[in-house]
C-alpha cells in the first residue's frame, strides 16, 4: 500500500486527537487492517531523552494513547517501547525515568522494561550486517513506529525513517556514531535498521514538530497534522514536501531515491487528505548544519582533498556555553569519540570542556544535551564559503 494519508490535528486535547487518528487511518482500512485480536503491539516513540511533552522533543503521550486506544479497539494489546539517545545507559532507572518526564507513565499503557537485545542478521544490508536491536520489539507481532517531525542537526530530518535508530539500545547508539561517520555511512545504516525491524504501520506527531538545530535544540513549530502510512520512506517523503525540504538532501532519502525505493516527485505519491495539500504545507527552517553539507565540502573529491586538512575549518564545530552548562555530563557520555571531559568551572562547580582534536562532527553533544548549552559555532573559512547558502 503506497498511501500517505494526513489529517488536521491543530493541539493536543485527547478528544481531537483521537477522532483525528481515526480519521488518518481510515483512507488505509483503520487499526484493524494492521493488528489483529490478541497480537502484542509495540508502540515506538521517540524518546531522544527525558523531556516534558511541551518541549516538543519526544512524541506526545496524547499520541501514544489514542493509538493504544485503538489498538486496545482492534482486540490488541499495546506496550510502548525505546531506549533513549546516545548516551543514556539503557537501565531499567534511566529508561523508568525516561518514560516519566516524557509523559508515559500515567496513561495505562504497559511500558517495556525488558532491555535485553539480540544481534540480528542482516546479510543483504548495505552497511551493516549485525544489527542490535531491542529483542522487545523483535517479539512483538506488530511494530508500529511512531515519530515526531524535527529537523536534525546531523541527517537533516528526524521522522519515521531516523526513529528506529531507537531499536539499538542505550549506550551502543554512541559505537554507531564513531564507526560510521560521514552522513552517507550513517544515513545508509539507518535504512539497514529499517529494514531490519519492519515496522508495519507509522504514525507521524507532526502535530507539534521543531525546527532549527532540532532534535533538541530547535525552536517548536506547529505543523498541525497526524500523519499515517505503511511505508517509513514514503512516509518521510510526504513530510519533507510539506516542510519545505528537498527529500534529495536528506542522506538516507538520497540514498533510498538512488536505489528506487524513495519517489522524486510528490506526484507519484498516492496522499490522502481531507484538505488539499498545499494548504497543509508549512515550511520549516532546516538546521544551521545543512549548508556544509549542501556546499562546497559536499562534493566528493574535495572532500576527500579537504579532508582531515581542512575539515575542521569547513564544518560547524561544538562548543560549550559556559553560562548555560550546568555539569550534568550528558554530553560527556554521548560524545562517540570521548573527547568531552568534565572540568572545574561554571556556575555548578563543573563544566563540559570538548578537546581540540578528533571531533568527527556528529553532534550528539548538541543533541543530547538538555540546556541547550552546546552551540553550533562557524570558523571564519566556513562562514565564508557557505555565506550564500544558509
Ligand atoms: S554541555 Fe549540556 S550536556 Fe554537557 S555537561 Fe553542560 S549542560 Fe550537561
Ligand atoms: S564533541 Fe564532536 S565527536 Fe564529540 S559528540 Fe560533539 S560533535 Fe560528536
Known amino acids: 500500500m503506497s498511501i500517505v494519508s494526513l489529517a488536521i490535528c491543530n493541539d493536543y486535547a485527547r478528544d481531537r486527537v483521537l477522532s483525528a487518528m481515526r480519521e488518518v487511518l481510515a483512507p488505509l482500512g483503520g487499526m484493524g487492517s494492521f493488528v489483529k485480536p490478541g497480537q502484542r503491539v509495540a508502540l515506538k516513540p521517540n524518546i531522544l531523552m527525558g523531556a516534558s511533552p511541551e518541549s516538543c522533543i519526544t512524541t506526545h503521550p496524547a499520541v501514544m494513547g489514542a493509538t493504544a486506544e485503538l489498538v486496545r479497539e482492534a482486540g490488541a494489546h499495546p506496550f510502548i517501547v ?9 537501565s531499567i532507572p534511566s529508561v523508568r525515568q525516561t518514560y516519566k518526564k516524557c509523559g508515559f507513565a500515567d496513561l495505562g499503557i504497559p511500558l517495556n522494561e525488558n532491555l535485553e537485545y539480540v544481534f540480528s542478521p542482516a546479510p543483504q544490508a548495505r552497511i551493516t550486517k549485525r544489527i542490535e536491536i531491542l529483542k522487545a520489539l523483535l517479539d512483538a507481532d506488530v511494530i508500529i513506529n511512531m515519530p515526531k517531525v524535527k529537523t536534525h542537526v546531523f541527517m537533516v530530518l528526524t521522522c519515521a525513517v531516523k526513529n528506529m535508530f531507537g531499536a539499538i539500545p542505550g549506550l551502543l547508539k554512541v559505537g554507531y556514531h564513531s564507526k560510521l561517520s560521514t552522513p552517507e555511512r550513517f544515513g545508509g545504516m539507518l535504512l539497514d535498521i529499517l529494514e531490519a525491524v519492519r515496522p508495519t504501520l507509522n504514525i507521524i506527531d507532526g502535530v507539534q514538530g521543531m525546527e532549527g538545530d532540532g532534535p533538541a535544540g530547535g525552536q517548536i513549530k506547529s ?3 497526524l500523519a499515517a502510512a505503511p511505508d517509513a520512506i514514503l512516509a518521510d517523503f510526504v513530510i519533507c514536501h510539506l516542510i519545505g525540504f528537498d527529500a534529495g538532501m536528506i542522506p538516507y532519502m538520497a540514498i533510498a531515491q538512488k536505489e528506487g525505493l524513495c519517489p522524486r516527485d510528490i506526484s507519484e505519491v498516492q496522499v490522502h487528505s481531507t484538505d488539499p495539500i498545499e494548504k497543509l504545507m508549512l515550511p520549516f527552517a532546516p538546521p544551521s548544519t545543512l549548508g556544509a553539507k549542501s556546499g562546497l565540502v559536499q562534493h566528493q573529491f574535495l572532500r576527500r582533498l579537504v579532508n582531515p586538512m581542512l575539515n575542521y575549518a569547513l564544518t560547524l564545530r561544538p562548543e560549550v556555553d559556559k553560562e548555560k552548562c550546568v555539569g550534568c555530563g550528558a554530553c ?4 562517540p569519540e570521548s573527547i568531552i571531559k568534565l572540568i572545574q568551572g561554571g556556575k555548578n562547580g563543573q563544566v563540559a570542556h570538548i578537546g581540540r582534536r578528533g ?8 543533541e543530547m544535551c538538555p540546556h541547550k548549552a552546546i552551540l553550533l559555532c562557524k570558523s571564519f573559512l566556513y562562514g565564508l564559503i557557505n555565506r550564500h547558502q544558509i
Open 82 to 90: 525505546d531506549s533513549p539517545g546516545a548516551g543514556i545507559p539503557n
Open 223 to 225: 505543523l498541525g497534522i
Open 332 to 335: 560527556v557520555s554521548a560524545c
Open 359 to 366: 571531533c568527527i562532527r556528529c553532534f550528539c553533544c548538541h
